[in-house]
């Protein structure tokens, strides 16, 4: 596609239940990164992937969190044993090795 | 903590310049100036960076101190669907590997028609 595409766009989950958030970043970028926008909040940064380098998990907030990426493309962000405070907005976002990111839509998450 | 200092909110009129000042003191050697806006419930959508030159393309010009210690951001036209958040960023760019981007709380611009 000519963007970055995240889904679902929106999930509700009960409160312990595991997620799985997918990000399919723009053809050919090397970049990929994980943020989340929480109501009122501003964007904090979760997690890096560049290449095949070790990823840079130092944003993620405990490690209920972690996220992979298959074959340098689609990356799936997991979080277990969800609770409310989770509830966030979770953003994409790729780029090349010098560019701007490029941003998804998101998925919202609500826990309930 | 981000590393810049921006104006809570601005407010411009259409079809007026909107110029979007941020100050970054603190900047390093190696470390770009980027800017972002997001608009209501979409995800943040790159504008324009530089280093030390002054840079224009299609959507804004940006405009660096000499010193790098500030720099603006010029909508020279705003239009309604420029009423926006925007956040001023500097971030290190090196062929090892990026650095994530490090938002602060930004400037919510509003045009006002």
């Known amino acids: 596609g000519a963007g970055v595409s995240q889904s679902p766009s929106n999930k509700v989950t009960e409160k312990g239940k595991d997620v799985e958030l997918r990000c399919d970043p723009i053809?050919?970028?090397?970049?990929l990164y994980w943020y989340r926008q929480s109501l009122g909040q501003g964007l904090e940064f979760l997690i890096y992937?560049?290449?095949?380098?070790?990823?840079?998990k130092s944003g993620l907030p405990s490690d209920r969190f972690s996220a992979e990426r298959t074959g340098g493309s689609v990356s799936t962000l997991t979080i277990q044993r969800t609770q409310q405070e989770d509830s966030a907005v979770y953003l994409c976002?790729?780029?090349?090795?010098?560019?701007?990111?490029?941003f998804g839509q998101g998925t919202r998450l609500t826990v309930v | 903590d981000a590393k810049t200092t921006q104006p809570t909110s601005m407010d411009c009129a259409e079809g007026r310049a909107a110029n979007l000042p941020c100050n970054h003191s603190t900047i390093s050697g190696n470390e770009y100036v980027y800017w972002y806006r997001q608009i209501h419930s979409q995800g943040p959508q790159y504008i324009i960076h530089g280093l030390k030159n002054n840079e224009t393309n299609e959507m804004a010009s940006l405009i660096i101190t000499e010193d790098r210690k500030s720099s603006t951001l010029i909508l020279p036209h705003a239009t309604l669907r420029d009423t926006a958040v925007y956040y001023c960023i500097v971030r290190v760019v090196g062929f090892s590997g990026n650095t994530p981007l490090v938002f602060g709380k930004g400037t919510r611009l509003s045009v006002i028609a």
């Open positions: 976002a790729s780029s090349l090795h010098w560019t701007g990111h490029f």
């Open positions: 992937f560049q290449g095949n380098s070790a990823p840079d």
């Open positions: 053809s050919g970028h090397t970049a």
